[in-house]
């Protein structure tokens, strides 16, 4: 019976310190995706903008938006 392994022990990552990293990886994810649609949008023509229902302005705007935002 000695050779009972005690598991109350036993480290278990906590959730607190998973969250923060969790959070950096999908911020910066989702900053590469904006970055993604922006350039994108950058090859519309005026038709399809037009069919999205964007001016030319409004395309400016959000491509002068840094991908964090």
């Known amino acids: ?13 906590s959730a607190a310190h998973q969250k923060p990293l969790r959070r950096l990886f999908q911020g910066l994810w989702q900053g ?23 001016s030319h302005a409004d395309r400016l705007n959000e491509m002068t938006k840094p991908f964090w935002r």
Do not use: C, F, H, K
Request: no cysteine; proline share 3%; aromatic share 0%.
């Open 1 to 13: 019976m000695n050779d009972l392994q005690d598991v109350s022990a036993v480290v278990i990552p």
């Open 32 to 54: 590469l995706e904006r970055a993604r649609t922006r350039r994108l949008l950058a090859q519309l023509d005026a038709r399809d903008l037009a069919d999205l229902g964007l």
